[in-house]
């Protein structure tokens, strides 16, 4: 758990916290810590839309490019890490703005991580050596609450829950109610901002910003993470986009259906994403009009930041 001063800012994927952020750490003397589970990775840059050297460069950026793509990283060494940089950015007293769309890295660094047991290599394998629709029926027998709430599309969370009901001997989700469903933190109050766009707007923007990932070179990244170790990494070889790539080239589909298919997954995930902001983090949420400038918006936020008691 970390402490006052800090900013937090949420929201889908697309929704423009990149740039409201670099306007918002100008405005506020601030330093951006990514809280992105990809962003971490050195050579995941297109897919994950990580920031431009240009933008890194005229603000301080943490926790990006840290990791090579054969390293695994999870809540709990984003914790470690995170914990140490914001601790760092408040002692040279700069305000800490912790920006990015991983949920469960949020949660577990305002609210501490939940007391599930840590990995085990051995057990992992095994599941992960698995069909994906034998773990799905062992999940529903073992544990139907968490079957019926888990993204079964997401391999890599129905192994974690399942390694978890094996180690324990206990349902998953018995052991995550008292951390993940006691309802929204209330750590930070208003210091908390969540970013939401109409459904129609945020859709043209990740349809573009598919578009675009693509025109970039998606492909060649991949084909480049390909060769450096990406399909060894569980977690990073199921990260969007770079999943459906992957798929496309080993010729699952064709190259138009592929981009019709990340920018339907990325709309999905995205409403994964509001529904669980609003049930996890109790978020001050900045309504963002279709073509609103983000400085209206940095604006907005930082009004209300500088009228809070405690603020840097």
């Known amino acids: 758990m970390i402490a006052p001063p ?5 929201g889908p ?82 305000l800490p703005i912790l ?7 949020f949660k577990a660094l305002v609210d501490g991580l939940g007391e599930a ?15 994906l629709t034998d773990l799905l029926n062992e999940l529903a027998a073992l544990d139907s609450v968490t079957y019926e709430r888990i993204d079964r599309q997401n391999p890599r969370r129905v192994i974690r829950a399942l390694e978890v009901i094996r180690l ?19 750590q930070g109050g208003t210091a908390f901002f969540g970013l939401v766009r109409m459904s129609g707007d945020l859709r043209r ?3 573009a910003r598919v578009e675009e990932m693509f025109a970039h070179g998606l492909i060649s990244e991949t084909r480049c993470l390909l060769e450096t170790g990406l399909a060894k990494n569980p977690n990073a070889s199921q990260a969007l986009g770079y999943k459906q790539v992957i798929e496309q080239l080993a010729g699952a589909r064709s190259l138009p259906e592929t981009i019709e298919l990340v920018k339907i997954r990325t709309r999905q995930y995205a409403k994964r994403q509001m529904t669980w902001f609003h049930r996890q983090l109790h978020l001050n949420w900045i309504h963002i009009e279709p073509g609103e ?14 009228s809070l008691p405690g603020k840097l």
């Open 168 to 186: 324990t001997g206990k349902p998953f989700s018995q052991q995550r109610a008292a951390w993940s469903t006691a309802g929204p933190t209330e």
């Open 205 to 207: 923007r990740i349809d």
């Open 13 to 94: 994927t697309a929704a423009g916290k990149s740039q409201i952020a670099l306007l918002l750490s100008k405005q506020l003397n601030g330093e951006i810590v990514s809280v992105d589970s990809m962003q971490v990775y050195r050579g995941m840059d297109i897919g994950t839309a990580k920031p431009s050297l240009e933008d890194r460069a005229r603000v301080p950026h943490h926790l990006i490019d840290i990791l090579p793509i054969t390293e695994v990283f999870d809540a709990a060494k984003f914790v470690q890490l995170a914990s140490s940089v914001v601790a760092d950015i408040q002692s040279r007293q700069r």
């Open 6 to 10: 800090f900013l937090l800012l949420a």
């Open 117 to 131: 047991p840590p990995a085990d290599p051995a057990l992992r394998a095994k599941l992960e050596g698995a069909p």
């Open 293 to 306: 400038a983000v400085s209206a918006v940095a604006a907005q936020i930082t009004k209300i930041y500088q």
């Open 99 to 105: 920006c990015g769309g991983t949920g469960l890295y």
